[in-house]
Nanobody, 121 residues
């Protein structure tokens, strides 16, 4: 079992930046791919980014060039640096984990509770 706890959400103005963090516990963190999904009100959950155990990264199309995912295996943590935020980025952001990196939310067994990000115009 893996427990994930997100932090770092909040309110930011359009054009600003936020850094989300996810602390993992329960299993050998370095064996897991980690990622982020988000869900805006009334919309389907959307893939944001993921990072494999070896550090390979993938991003959703609208996040490329603005978001950066990274991990620190010594701290059992993954981060999401978000820049040039727009109101469309407003959503609850979820940290996820599982052995294989995937764009598909159904591929991840472990989910955090989510952290709210609100981008004001």
């Amino acid at each position: 079992q893996v427990q994930l706890v997100e932090s770092g959400g909040g309110l930011v103005q359009a054009g600003g930046s936020l850094r989300l963090s996810c602390a993992a516990s329960g299993r050998t963190f370095s064996n897991y791919a980690m990622g982020w999904f988000r869900q805006a009100p009334g919309k389907e959950r959307e893939f944001v980014a993921a990072i494999s155990w070896s550090g390979r990264t993938v991003y959703g199309d609208s996040m490329k060039g603005r978001f950066t995912i990274s991990r620190d295996n010594t701290k059992n943590a993954v981060s999401l640096e978000m820049n040039s935020l727009a109101p469309e980025d407003t959503a609850v952001y979820y940290c996820v984990a599982d052995y294989a990196m995937s764009y598909n939310e159904n591929s991840y067994r472990y989910w955090g509770q989510g952290t709210q990000v609100i981008v004001s115009s």
